[in-house]
Nanobody
Framework: EVQLVESGGGLVQTGGSLTLSCAAS????????IGWFRQAPGKEREAVSL????????YYANSVKGRFTISTDSAKNTAYLQMNALKPEDTAVYYC?????????????????????WGQGTQVTVSS
């Protein structure tokens, strides 16, 4: 069974940085997708960034382009979301999600897919 465990959330001031980690286990091969999603109070969950582990294709929401970087470390089976220049509007619960479909689905369709596996979420709060 696939398990995803997030860490790294917290409280940071506007303009600060945080790195979220997602430790993945249970995928049967290296071709899987990892996505970071977030949900703010009263808002729908949105895709922030995605990556397909085997070929490294990435997606970023317009709101985070140039500020956030997604990456994976295959040796550690861990995905990261480096978040820089944080804004109060980045405040949300951030979820790591995984899907074994990996690079079989183009990244623009992967964004719309309901991922199979989800972590428990980690709170990110950006103070103004």
């Amino acid at each position: 069974e696939v398990q995803l465990v997030e860490s790294g959330g917290g409280l940071v001031q506007t303009g600060g940085s945080l790195t979220l980690s997602c430790a993945a286990s249970g995928f049967t091969n290296d071709d899987y997708a990892i996505g970071w999603f977030r949900q703010a109070p009263g808002k729908e969950r949105e895709a922030v960034s995605l990556i397909t582990n085997e070929d490294g294709n990435t997606y970023y929401a317009n709101s985070v382009k140039g500020r956030f970087t997604i990456s994976t470390d295959s040796a550690k089976n861990t995905a990261y979301l480096q978040m820089n220049a944080l804004k109060p509007e980045d405040t949300a619960v951030y979820y790591c999600a995984g899907d074994p479909i990996g690079s079989l689905l183009p990244i623009d369709l992967l964004v719309k897919k309901k991922f199979d596996y989800w972590g428990q979420g980690t709170q990110v709060t950006v103070s103004s």
